[in-house]
């Protein structure tokens, strides 16, 4: 036996330590220790993602996933940024329930916060990250000893095409515009589905959310137009305009659903607005979540690539931290990870 602080670690294969975190109520587990990070392949977080993903999914799995998760977690590894080019302070990658996305500006938020208030990073005034998906920004604003708020400057962000689909949810196609906000979203306009954005449907939500998504994957092949990679929508945003603010639910990985406004979401609807001359540079952006939950947004800045417009986008959001976590995995235990949905 050992003291109450202490495993007795007789039965443990391995172990991971986490700091978990929400940020307007959307989860973010952050992988802090227990894995060996020199075994990741690559200099980019990106390579090093495709690595941990080859290697370490079943460590995805454990943490996300039941019994020591559940459907709607999301986490977000630590790892060292590229020496070469990054000129980052930290790299980070993320993940969900059933895989991994380029960018995320709730998990983001949250990792900053997070490794701030524990000291893992020094309180400076502008933080940068190294994501998949390129390097973001932090701005944390402090307040009685901790952070406060945290503003992400996302990756550059554009309207990629618009289509229509056929849906097994209407009689008539589906209006979708395609928008790249470090991820590639689908956003509909919630008037054409005829309901309102509240948590009294999730379930059809849900359902509709992943089908878009397929229905726009199969209707579109992707491509990146700077990277020239081969890419899909993973996210599918629905969303209901109001003078006050906008409301969307944000449904990806396997059928989950984000608790927060989204970020990279918040940044793709901002750059839908503006494409569409509703939304004026530095001009501020309220986005709610489902629950109701607020990130504020703005578009710094807009720039000309290749004949398409960018925006700069900003989102500014709050996160705490919920608990610090040892997960074990028991050599005696054949639950790695479950789900019955
Ligand atoms: O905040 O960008 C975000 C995000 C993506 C998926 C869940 N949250």
């Known amino acids: 036996m050992t003291s109450d602080n202490d495993f007795d670690d007789t039965h443990v294969d391995a172990s991971f330590t986490t700091i978990d975190t929400h940020t307007a109520g959307e989860p973010t587990r952050i992988l ?66 059933k895989g ?33 998906a390129g390097v973001v920004e932090a701005t944390p604003q402090y307040a009685e000893g901790g952070v406060e708020r945290v503003t992400i400057q996302n990756v550059t962000s554009f309207v990629y095409d618009a289509t229509t689909v056929p849906v097994s949810f209407l009689d008539s196609p589906l209006r979708v515009d395609i928008v790249y906000a470090g991820n590639f979203f689908a956003l509909v306009d919630s008037e054409q589905l005829g309901v309102s954005v509240d948590t009294t449907r999730t379930d059809e939500f849900v359902d509709w959310g992943l089908e878009i998504q397929a229905a726009v994957n199969d209707e579109l092949d992707i491509v990146h137009p700077f990277s020239g990679e081969p890419d899909s929508v993973s996210i599918t945003e629905i969303y209901e305009s109001s003078d006050d603010a906008d409301r969307s639910i944000v449904i990806f990985g396997g059928g989950q659903v984000d608790r927060s406004p989204c970020g990279t979401g918040t940044c793709a609807k901002m750059t839908l607005l503006y494409e569409s001359g509703r939304l004026a540079v530095d001009e501020p952006y309220i986005h709610e979540s ?52």
Not at 32 to 40: A, E, P
Not at 295 to 323: D, Q, S
């Open 100 to 132: 991994y996305l380029d960018m995320c500006g709730h998990g983001t938020i949250g990792v900053v916060s997070a490794l701030i208030e524990h000291g893992h990073l020094s309180a400076e005034p502008t933080i940068r990250v190294e994501t998949p």
């Open 32 to 97: 802090l220790d227990g894995l060996d990070r020199s075994t990741l392949d690559g200099e980019s977080v990106r390579a090093k993602r495709e690595s941990f993903a080859e290697e370490y999914d079943w460590v995805r799995k454990l943490l996300m996933k039941e019994p020591r998760g559940h459907d709607d977690m999301f986490g977000a590894v630590i790892v060292e940024p590229n020496e070469d080019t990054a000129d980052a302070d930290l790299g980070v990658f993320f993940m969900d329930n």
């Open 290 to 341: 489902v629950i109701g939950t607020r990130f504020e947004g703005r578009i710094i800045e807009t720039k000309e690539r290749e004949g398409i417009t960018l925006t700069v986008p900003t989102i500014t959001g709050t996160a705490r931290i919920t608990g610090k976590h040892t997960f074990i995995k028991d050599h005696r235990d054949s639950i790695t990870s479950l789900s019955i949905t």
